[in-house]
């Protein structure tokens, strides 16, 4: 079945510190991967997706994300964290077909002067 | 070009009663997808159309129905609404043959009391 982990349920950095937040998936074949960012009260803004190709994919607001098909991981991470931020982020992998999407349950990311 | 737009914004509705929302996609997009998001359960798909016809049905009771119009605009219903339907309701569109790259819209908020 198919299935996406997000194991780090809340986690809290110093604005200009690194961040890596993890995602694990389970997926029958070679997965859509996707990063979504939730401000309060508002919808997902898509932050990067991996298809195929090249591992390491770039995404908006200077986040980029890795595909490690061994470890069945597509961790997000982000050199230098600003303030604006904080949000709730959301790891998410598409079906091959079908149009249905399996989120994870989010990190909460806390961004402390 | 206009993001998807969603209305209400916020519905504060009673047990028993039914609740109607609205969602019209980016121009140009024709699938739409709904989906819940809860504390509890996280985001889950409800449905996906395309082409004014259901695609795609999540794992919910029929309760819980949708369309799509000939201008792709989307409404989903709740009818019977129960406790536990509070949720943030989300709407995301693509383009044709682009299904795995979604935008979402802000949400609608429900309560149910």
């Known amino acids: 079945a198919q299935s996406v982990t997000q194991p780090d349920i809340h986690i809290t950095v110093s604005e200009g510190a690194s961040l890596e937040l993890r995602c694990n998936y389970s997926y029958g074949a070679t997965p859509y991967l996707f990063w979504y960012v939730q401000s309060p009260g508002q919808g997902l803004q898509l932050l990067l997706k991996y298809f195929s190709g090249d591992t390491l994919v770039q995404g908006i607001k200077g986040f980029e994300a890795e595909f490690k098909r061994s470890q069945s991981s597509f961790n997000l991470r982000k050199p230098s964290v600003h303030w604006s931020d904080a949000a709730e982020y959301f790891c998410?992998?598409?079906?091959?077909?079908?149009?249905?999407?399996?989120f994870g349950t989010g990190t909460s990311l806390t961004v402390i002067p | 070009k206009a993001g998807v737009t969603q209305t209400p914004r916020y519905l504060i509705k009673t047990r028993g009663q039914q609740v109607t929302l609205s969602c019209s996609p980016i121009s140009g997009h024709r699938s739409v997808s709904w989906y819940q998001q809860t504390p509890g359960q996280g985001l889950q798909f409800l449905f996906e159309y395309f082409s004014e016809t259901q695609r795609n049905k999540g794992n919910f009771p029929g309760r819980f129905s949708g369309r799509q119009f000939s201008n792709s605009r989307s409404e989903m219903n709740v009818s019977t609404l129960e406790l536990g339907d509070s949720a943030l309701y989300l709407c995301a569109s693509s383009l044709e043959g682009r299904e795995e790259t979604q935008y979402f819209g802000p949400g609608t908020r429900l309560l149910v009391l």
């Open positions: 998410a992998v598409g079906a091959w077909s079908g149009n249905q999407f399996y």
